[in-house]
C-alpha cells in the first residue's frame, strides 16, 4: 500500500494545505512511515511542515457506544498528542445517562486535559439539536470539550427536527 506520505504528497498536489485522519489506529497498522508511530514522529512532523501540511484533526471511527469506547478515544487522545494534532472529534448515535456519559468520557477528558488536546463533539445523530451538545459541555464543565459542527446535520435534523417535532 501506499505510504503515509505519498498520501500526504497527494493532498498537496491537490492544493490542500491539511488533512483530517479517520482512523489512525489504522493509519498505524497500514502505514510504517506513520506519523502516529512513536519512533518515526519526529522525522513524519519535519516532513510535513516541509510541504507545509498539517494533520488538523482526528476522526474516531466509530459512534461511541460504551465504556470501551471511551478507553478507545483515550488512545486516539494519546495519537493525538503524539503527532502535534490538537482535536479528536467524537459523535453519539444514542445519549447515554450521565452516570454511563461520565464513565465512557471522563477518563479521555482527563487525558485531553493532561496533554493539550481539545476533544470535540459531532452535531449529529441526536446531538445535532444545539441544547443537547450544550447539556453535555455543561454536565462535565471543562473547556477540553467542544463542538465540531456537521452544517448539514444541525441544519436538517436540529433545526427542522425541532419543528417537525413541535406541536402547531
Avoid at 506513520?34 to 501540511?53: E, P
Avoid at 470535540?120 to 450544550?134: D, F, N, Q, R
Amino acid at each position: 500500500s501506499n505510504s503515509f506520505f505519498h498520501l500526504c504528497n497527494i493532498v498537496k498536489n491537490y492544493g490542500y494545505d491539511g488533512v483530517e485522519v479517520f482512523d489512525a489506529k489504522s493509519e498505524v497498522v497500514e502505514h510504517s512511515d506513520s506519523i502516529f508511530r512513536a519512533s518515526v514522529t519526529g522525522d513524519a512532523k519535519r516532513k510535513l511542515v516541509n510541504r507545509h501540511i498539517a494533520v488538523s484533526v482526528l476522526n474516531f471511527p466509530k459512534a461511541i457506544e460504551s465504556e470501551k469506547d471511551g478507553k478507545e478515544i483515550v488512545e486516539y487522545i494519546e495519537f493525538a498528542a503524539l503527532a502535534s494534532v490538537k482535536a479528536v472529534i467524537v459523535k453519539f448515535d444514542k445519549i447515554p445517562q450521565n452516570e454511563k456519559l461520565k464513565g465512557i468520557l471522563l477518563p479521555a477528558i482527563k487525558v485531553a486535559e493532561q496533554n493539550g488536546v481539545s476533544l470535540l463533539i459531532e452535531t449529529s445523530g441526536p446531538l445535532a439539536c444545539t441544547e443537547k451538545v450544550l447539556e453535555i459541555i455543561n454536565f462535565f464543565g471543562t473547556a477540553v470539550l467542544k463542538v465540531c459542527w456537521n452544517i448539514r446535520e444541525t441544519f436538517f435534523n436540529g433545526f427542522f427536527g425541532h419543528f417537525r417535532n413541535k406541536k402547531l
